[in-house]
């Protein structure tokens, strides 16, 4: 089951947060974030594990509700470095074998 | 240095032709995959290999087929290429359970 991202596109100015949500509908072990800009491959940001530990990037927080199925991806300050596609994935099996991944969501930064 | 290195990053060709697209990582890891990203930017998982061993395989029509001759290594070879196969592959490999993946640069392959 592919997890859903909302919203499809977020435009910011430089400066400004933006918070990208991503939900499984079913019962999730861990979330991955990716970011990827145009014409590059997807770069790892964070992976959130069940029982709260967070492993990744030191300037961008997410969270993670085992019970709901969710999670939320927190862009504070943005930069214009920060535009690209994020993708949130989710594992096929508790094994973790391979990810499904959201559809994106496309931030524009600008100046 | 590179971490997961792809060849080639681009391949046009026509249809009905047979085409291979090689994975190299230097990483250690012992998981390797192949994601196919069409035009919508949609990441499918196509192909999971684990030390050598296939473990998973998507839908995914036989014309593909993965190899991998060691742990460092996923090749995948496309038989009788069609319009539809035309997408970004993006290799990737990762360490274990709970690690994130080091993707390739991908290979842009336009069949006309």
């Known amino acids: 089951q592919q997890p859903v991202q909302s919203p499809q596109a977020v435009i910011l100015r430089e400066g400004e947060d933006a918070v990208i949500n991503c939900s499984s509908s079913?019962?999730?072990?861990?979330v991955h974030w990716y970011r990827q800009k145009h014409g590059e491959a997807p770069v790892f940001l964070m992976i959130?594990?069940?029982?709260?530990e967070q492993k990744g990037h030191d300037k961008i927080s997410a969270s993670f509700n085992e019970k709901k199925q969710q999670s939320s991806l927190y862009l504070t300050a943005s930069q214009l470095s920060y535009s690209g596609t994020y993708f949130c994935?989710?594992?096929?099996?508790?094994?973790?074998?391979?990810?499904?991944f959201g559809k994106g969501t496309t931030l524009s930064v600008s100046s | 240095d590179t971490a997961v290195s792809q060849t080639p990053k681009y391949l046009v060709t026509q249809m009905g032709n047979d085409k291979s697209i090689k994975c190299e990582q230097n990483l250690g890891h012992d998981t390797m995959y192949w994601y196919k990203q069409d035009s919508k930017k949609f990441l499918k998982i196509m192909f999971s290999y684990n030390n050598k061993e296939l473990i998973i395989n998507e839908t995914v029509p036989n014309r593909f087929s993965p190899k991998s001759p060691d742990k460092a290594h996923l090749n995948l070879h496309i038989n009788s290429l069609e319009l539809g196969d035309s997408a970004v592959y993006f290799c990737?490999?990762?360490?274990?359970?709970?690690?994130?993946?080091?993707f390739g640069s991908g290979t842009r392959l336009t069949v006309v």
């Open positions: 079913k019962a999730l072990y861990s």
């Open positions: 959130l594990l069940k029982g709260g």
């Open positions: 994935g989710t594992p096929t099996n508790q094994a973790g074998t391979a990810l499904i």
């Open positions: 990737a490999s990762k360490p274990g359970t709970d690690y994130g993946y080091t």
